[in-house]
């Protein structure tokens, strides 16, 4: 950003740019009354003037509002930020921050002119939440882009007019996964300030009745009936509920129960629910007990031979015969975060394409973060390292073992055709090729 724009600053701007960025940290956006407490620091305020100005008691805005909000511009900022210092460091973080390539790592902002549209799947997930009650199922292996087309959906839901939450359950503290009681409160304390209401969670909390049907009314006579526009609730990362399966079997049967109410009752065709979770996390629940067998199921693949060129492009790589781009994708296969690191490092003329693709297979290749999550997992089932190896070694497709073969699938080390396994690209097969071998000879 130039130095111009910086003297020009206005609020307008710091908080359209401020939620365009917090999801890529795995934050929602500045809820309404947040939004509205920073504007008033913007004015010099105190908060006993914020709080009458927007009828809310000054303890709330003090207690509740601000530390939630310093917490998401520290970590916006990398700073400590309070009210005092508040506006210093968001100018400073602005006079800073340029408009140039950032580094691909996680989500891919609102603003950026480096996302691939995928146009068919996004005005289907579109079309489908414009639906009652609707429930759409986002899944991939990570890093495949779930997070960045979830934002655009909320984008649009935004400006269709809809109630949206961007909930994401990566960033809860560990304390939260306590008990189930404790989860879903904490869980209907978010969902109550995202939408700028009153909480009254204690008018419906019953532990006689249960904290899962307490949960249930307070949605349904309070929450649903205190809007009246439908509700996105995006629920991001709800693969980290896996690990406690008593708060995951009750959390997703709650879920799976709001989407068949709403066939029956008419408050809750109100709510529109997008659940987006990782493949890689194994999903050890009943199905009748869980969502995630009913709803529109969207499968994020890979990038096409044109989407890649067309990434090239707007990092004005001249990749004018497409040979670059096919040897690119006989390295990666089109998986969009790789795909994007090697446009990116290749545009920033750090590497040859040449000297790219011999290191990407080694532990001091671009890849080597991502080689290393999926040899941990690998190091730890042996049973899973053995499948894989059975894979490379083979000259044509195989038969594995159905859980096996599951799990390498989910983790997008292979692709199946009729049940029958090959590996998803050369990365894997030359790098495992020699890390497996070592594990066997250990």
Known sequence: MCEERTKDLDIDFVLETINLRLPQISYSPLSTIETQTLKGIWRDYTYDQIALEKNYSCGYITNIVAPSLFKKLSCL????????????????FFLVWKEKPLFPSGVISLDSQYYIKRSDIENKISAEIQKPG???????????????????LIKRANESGYHTIYFNLQQ???????????????????????????????????????????????????????????????????????????????????????????????????????????????????LKQSPFNVGLPIQLGSLSWEEVVELAKCYELSWRDGEEA???????????????????????????????????????????????????????????????????VATEPILLEPIQ???????????????????SCQLYRDYFQQTLKEMSDR
């Open 77 to 92: 900022i990398g700073q400590r930020v309070g009210k005092r210092n508040c506006m210093k460091l968001i100018k400073k």
């Open 134 to 152: 609707a429930l759409v199922r986002i899944k991939a292996p990570q890093e495949m882009g779930k997070t960045s087309v979830l934002l655009r």
């Open 172 to 286: 809860l503290d560990e304390e939260v996964f306590r008990d189930v009681s404790t989860f879903l409160r904490f869980f209907c304390i978010n969902i109550t300030h995202e939408l700028d209401l009153d909480l009254k969670l204690d008018d419906y909390w019953d532990e006689e009745l249960g904290c899962k049907a307490s949960c249930n009314l307070y949605f349904q006579n309070y929450l649903l009936k205190s809007i009246n526009a439908p509700l996105l609730l995006a629920l991001d990362e709800v693969n980290q509920v896996f690990e406690n399966l008593k708060i995951a079997k009750e959390f997703f049967s709650l879920l799976r129960l709001w989407y068949e109410k709403a066939k029956t009752t008419l408050v809750w065709q109100k709510l529109r629910l997008v659940v987006v979770h990782s493949t890689e996390s194994y999903v050890p629940l009943q």
């Open 326 to 392: 096919n040897l690119l994708m006989t390295m990666v296969g089109g998986h969009p975060a790789l795909v994007h690191l090697a446009i990116y490092y290749l545009s920033q003329e750090k590497m040859t394409l040449k000297e790219l693709l011999k290191t990407a297979p080694t532990s001091t290749g671009i890849y080597a973060s991502h080689l290393n999550r999926h040899q941990e997992k690998l190091y730890e089932d042996s049973k899973l390292a053995s499948a894989l190896n059975k894979v490379i």
């Open 405 to 423: 073969a599951y799990k390498l699938n989910s983790m997008g080390l292979i692709r199946l055709s009729n049940n029958k396994a090959v590996i």
